[in-house]
């Protein structure tokens, strides 16, 4: 199963995952990390553990295009190739991908929430 990461600042990814939980029920790797407490040199190490040895696939999820959590999420996703990051990270997104990632590619599915999610932005 394709592991999902939601590293945001403060408590905002731990908060998404327990909101897809509500919905979904428990899900197995699906893990909220917070750069609280982390500086940029110790946030791609808190990635690594968070990652793990997962079999299918990362993709983790931030939520500021630019800031720390996202600088550290690219520089992880250049070292590791099973590895992929998608910003602006929201909870239709989350619903999609706990909701899929058992049946597609990690590939597949990071297009597959890419175009889903951008045709959900409406006002």
């Not at 509500?22 to 899900?27: A, E, K, T, V, Y």
């Not at 790797?29 to 917070?34: E, K, V």
Request: with cysteine; charged share 15%; net charge negative.
């Amino acid at each position: 199963m394709i592991r999902g990461i939601v590293f945001t600042h403060a408590g905002l990814g731990q908060a998404f995952c327990e909101a897809v939980e509500s919905f979904l029920g428990p899900q197995e790797d699906l893990i909220g990390l917070s750069n609280a407490q982390l500086d940029a040199e110790s946030m791609p190490g808190a990635l690594a553990e968070a990652a793990g040895a997962a079999s299918d696939g990362i993709i983790i999820f931030t939520a500021l295009y630019g800031g720390s959590c996202w600088q550290a999420a690219e520089r992880f996703c250049r070292q590791r190739p099973d590895a992929w990051h998608l910003t602006s990270v929201n909870l239709p997104m989350l619903l999609a991908f706990a909701s899929k990632r058992a049946t597609v590619s990690a590939p597949a599915l990071l297009e597959l929430l890419r175009t889903y999610c951008g045709e959900g932005v409406r006002s």
